[in-house]
């Protein structure tokens, strides 16, 4: 499905071997401001890191049923992985600084419901999604703090999603290639009400972080589809996918 397979399956593999991580001499100071202001909206996406992605996992060994597909199988586990180490490095920052964990959350429980739906296409979409806004929230996050902790951190979760996006976006890419002009107009109608729903349900959601990052519901829906134009606009622009050119 994709030529560029073998490059991000090493990629994958090297995180998995070698992944980022967030230095430990770094300055960990939240004043209670800071904590009153963030501690809400960093649970819940905390809780949404964490993921098993049970229905991930079977929707694509479903749809990878011959020898050259495999490598999907693989990647697709070692970026799950990847997703709950996310998971832990905030939840880690969290216990650190007596953040309880969230057990539910309607932004979590709806994007989760939704992943449950279609094949591998339409859980790919929920699913770059709901990284193409946290992509937005993240760089959010970081300017409304001076934890130098919890900054690299929003950068370090903010470089590995660039890269799923990118792998993301292409695989959706790739499959829309092989359906009508027609198929190709809705498929991305689609996308973009979905985008525009989820970012609703976010900005309402984290309202307090984002606004105080200066965003208004428009600027943040305007970003967070200024990401999606970048990676699934179609048809897609002439620019590098590729883990070394994101």
Do not use: N
Not at 6 to 29: E, G, I, M, N, Y
Not at 110 to 131: D, K, S
Not at 146 to 167: G, K, N, S
């Amino acid at each position: 499905m994709l030529q560029d397979l073998p490059v991000w399956l090493a990629h994958f593999r090297s995180q998995a071997a070698h992944p980022r991580q967030v230095p430990s001499t770094l300055d960990d100071t939240l004043t209670g401001r800071e904590r009153r202001l963030i501690a809400a909206s960093i649970a819940v996406f905390q809780l949404g890191e964490s993921s098993p992605g049970l229905h991930l996992r079977r929707a694509v060994r479903s749809h990878c049923r011959t020898p050259a597909d495999q490598p999907f199988v693989e990647i697709f586990d070692l970026f799950i992985a990847e997703e709950q180490r996310h998971a832990r490095l905030l939840g880690e920052f969290m216990q650190d600084h007596e953040i309880a964990q969230r057990q539910g959350a309607l932004t979590d429980q709806t994007f989760r419901a939704l992943r449950r739906l279609g094949g591998l296409p339409a859980r790919i979409r929920i699913l770059v999604t709901a990284e193409l806004i946290g992509i937005v929230y993240y760089r959010a996050l970081e300017v409304v703090t001076d934890c130098r902790r919890l900054q690299i951190l929003c950068r370090t979760l903010v470089a590995d999603e660039l890269v799923h996006v990118a792998f993301e976006s292409q695989l959706l890419l790739a499959l829309r290639s092989s359906k009508p002009g027609l198929s190709k107009v809705l498929a991305q109608a689609w996308e973009q009400c979905l985008l525009s729903a989820a970012a609703a349900m976010v900005w309402i959601t984290h309202r307090r972080v984002l606004k105080a990052a200066g965003y208004g519901p428009r600027l943040f829906l305007r970003d967070c589809r200024s990401q999606y134009d970048f990676y699934l606009k179609w048809p897609p622009a002439l620019r590098p996918l590729s883990p070394h050119g994101t």
